[in-house]
């Protein structure tokens, strides 16, 4: 028994789109600025162990996860010259666990830093830190009032603490309504880095600009990239695609401008098929409660996928999967482990037809961001629900 049947529906992740989107981001960024690709929760819901071996076949090298959970699972299926960098949560006690390993973590807090003095005492390895700056994002982050003492450690630890970056994150680069605070992020950051220098500390690569900074702002590209979202093919928001392509993917042609396909690939697709079909006369509900009556003669597919694998119950009656190539309206409440289409209008319909709930068929396309305008998610949102049990297969 092939061992992806065990389960309803899969994955299938396109190498050739993920190629297409690293491309094009090394296009944006220049030859002088490394890429790292993000990976945190579960890869956005693609599969961290599928995610890192196809990320390194298309040259990408440096990976930079939540926390130390997932730098393990990396650490676990990458090669020996990929790079891991935690941004977020790591126990002290798993501190000297992760210098051993040549992983490099975030420091956004002096306990942090002093728990690093004493992790360095019990390896062999030196510790490779990042700090991370407080910029005015008011979350995490080391302040100004900081690095003088911060500045003291490290050269007290005699090169056994070592300086790999300077970090800072942005507060909504995906809309132009935070640009101010962005700037003065900048300048805030420029700020904080100089004055690490001034005190004698080396900043190492310096780095700030997530996908939709990287993608808005050259100013934030710096030495590296933490690149997430884009990376998988979907836009940060809809006001960062349009602000990009209205800048870089509109073209003109006398008086009427030509407009340049989106650069960026969806990776994911989401597949499963109908388990069976049923006729329902006029006049009768279908499934819970009283939300779905039938007016004509119809039939319904059951799909075996629901809110527990990711499928928004909000999905209720107003979304759509494609079947033979066509859309098949989601009908009635989306059950744990089911949800109703109706076929009544392709009747060609057969139980074990394909369905596609993320993806292409037959020209028809459903996106992820369909997913997130009809129940009010985010693209994020709606990719990290999809369930880590579900088989990933590369394509």
Known sequence: MIINNLHSSRIELNLSNLRTNADFIRSIIGSDCRLSFVIKGNAYGHGIEQMVPMAEMVGINHFSVFSSDEAARTLAVKNENSQIMIMGFIADEMLPWAIENGISFYVSSMDRLKATTEAVKNTAAN????????????RTGLTKNDLQEVAQIIKKSHGRIEVVGTATHYAGAESIA???????????????????VSQGIATGIRHTACSAAT????????DMVRVGIAMYGFWPTSETKMNYLLNYGLKPDGDEPIKIPSPLKRVISWKTQIMSLHAVAPGKFVGYGNSCLTT?????AAIPI?????FSRDLSNCGYVLVRGKRAPVSGVVNMNMLMADVTTIPEARKGDEVVIIGNQKGTEISVSSFSALSQYLNYEVLVQIPSEIPRIQI
């Not at 900048?186 to 690490?196: A, I, R, T």
């Open 215 to 222: 993608l808005t702002y050259p100013e934030t590209r710096m």
């Open 296 to 300: 004509v003669s119809s039939c319904f």
């Open 178 to 196: 935070n640009y101010y605070r962005i700037q003065k992020q900048m300048e805030k950051y420029n700020e904080l880095c100089n004055l690490l």
């Open 127 to 138: 510790a490779h830190i990042h700090l991370e700056l407080e910029t005015g994002f008011h």
């Open 306 to 310: 629901g809110y527990s694998h990711g």
